[in-house]
């Protein structure tokens, strides 16, 4: 087992792509804390993990909320004595164009979706330093970072700046063999902020299929794992490869 007596925050891991981050890890003998706003979502996971035969803990966190974000973090370590791991999956998108969307709208989702990376990443990382811990750190980032959209706005700022905060971050702390990656999803599983998978989503890659959350797992637990023990700072893109296609392709 890859993982064995280690210990994982995954965020945002009620459903979908944080949901099969943490039960991956498990299955490789990580301890897991799933953090999630929503108690019957993060608690149903972490039971799963538990029935399993897996080690796992629920935590009711909004990760918009810096004493949120230290509280959770501390009941981390004094659940499972440590951490290892952290991935920042927790995002939330807006759907609207910059002259719809709110100020209040834009801070929250900035909030939850790039502040929360940066201040939970700081917290793992000062334990990590303290314990001496070899951590590393996996953030989430989207293609939706790296291309403008007609109708997501804060969205698309915060995913492009956690690309650049995942650089900044793995230099700050490379020298206490911490290291920070982004993984770059397209359309994994069900839309951000949505229950259902919906077949009918247009699905414009080279694999010719949709995504799926364990396509993103396998990405992650590599990123978190010491087959990527040379990878620092780096974005993996998990798209079936529709980033590549350069628009008007023939
Ligand atoms: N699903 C996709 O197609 C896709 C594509 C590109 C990028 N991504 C990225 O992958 C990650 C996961 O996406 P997903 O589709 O699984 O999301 P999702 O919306 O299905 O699940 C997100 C989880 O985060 C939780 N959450 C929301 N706000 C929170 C908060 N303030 N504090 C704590 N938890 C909170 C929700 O309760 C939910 O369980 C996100 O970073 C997203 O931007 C997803």
Redesign the pocket.
Known sequence: MKFANQVAIV?????????EIAKKLALEGAAVAV????KA??EKVAADIVASGGRAQGFV?????ED?IARCVAETVAAFGRIDMLV??????DNKTMFDITTAEWNKVL???LT?PFLLTKYVAKHMIDKKIAGRIVN?????GYYGRDRATA?TAA?GG?VNLTRSQAIQVAAHKIRVNA?????????????EFDPTRPVVNLVGRP?V?ED?ANAALFLLSEESSFIVGAALFV?GGCSTIMPGNS
């Open positions: 965020t945002g891991a009620g459903r979908n792509i944080g949901e953090f999630d706003l929503d979502r993060g966190c909004d990760v918009s909320g949120d920042n999956n927790a995002a939330i998108s909030a939850v979706t929360a989430v980032s989207s293609t939706s969205y995913k956690i993984v770059v999803p397209n359309k994994i599983g069900s839309p951000v902020g949505k229950e995504g959350p993103l798209d």
